[in-house]
């Protein structure tokens, strides 16, 4: 895989105080990695940095990562796209939570592939769209900022505002399976992971 030739700046939200999942989601192994490693592993070819975006020195701090603290507190995940415009001149950011630990460089790549066709391109499959994976021009910069100002930070409602398109990954990227675009919120959810990604080995071609 290539770098794109427009600076593009990957940020993993590991903002999130995993409430539902009862500990430190990207802390979570699998596989022999944690699930920040999965994510970051899969982003890094494709970008030309990579950040993790935490809400505080009080969350999840890992010092093998570029970490960087919200400047705006208690915003969400939309906080944390502003703190990663604030933390470089990118022309682009390439989002994804450290809760999706199914995420491949394919799908990096198939969001990338895309990125000029709208501001805001997020990935999607058949059932649903994920807005935190996906590809945030910095044209929106100003936008968010005001819409943050408004005291709203609903992902969504800042969407609608925006020119956004929902790429189908699952008709794009090879060998698809949801569990590629599914986040980890709860144990059941993590079993459900790892149910799909069993099937996918067993029904991957083999060489």
């Not at 939570?97 to 066709?117: K, M, Q, Y």
């Amino acid at each position: 895989m290539t770098r794109r030739s427009v600076p593009t700046l990957g940020v993993l939200l590991a903002g999130g105080r995993s409430r539902r999942m009862g500990r430190d989601k990207s802390a979570i192994m699998l596989d022999g990695r944690c699930f920040l490693d999965h994510v970051a592993q899969a982003m890094h070819p494709v970008v030309d940095e990579v950040i993790v975006s935490v809400a505080s020195k009080g969350g999840a701090w890992d010092e093998r990562y570029h970490m960087v603290e919200d400047v705006l507190p208690d915003l969400g995940p939309l906080g944390g796209l502003v703190s990663a415009f604030a933390h470089v001149d990118a022309a682009r950011l390439l989002v994804a939570p450290c809760d999706a630990p199914g995420l491949t460089s394919s799908v990096f790549e198939t969001l990338l592939a895309n990125a000029d066709r709208a501001a805001v391109v997020v990935a999607a499959d058949r059932s649903h769209a994920q807005p935190l994976i996906g590809c945030y021009d910095a044209s929106i910069r100003s936008a968010l900022r005001d819409y943050l100002a408004t005291g709203r930070r609903s992902v969504n409602g800042f969407l609608a505002t925006q020119d956004v398109l929902r790429l189908r990954i699952d008709l794009r990227v090879p060998h698809y399976n949801p569990a590629m675009l599914l986040n980890i919120n709860t144990p059941l959810e993590l079993q459900r992971m790892l149910t799909l990604s069993a099937c996918a080995v067993q029904q991957a071609p083999r060489s």
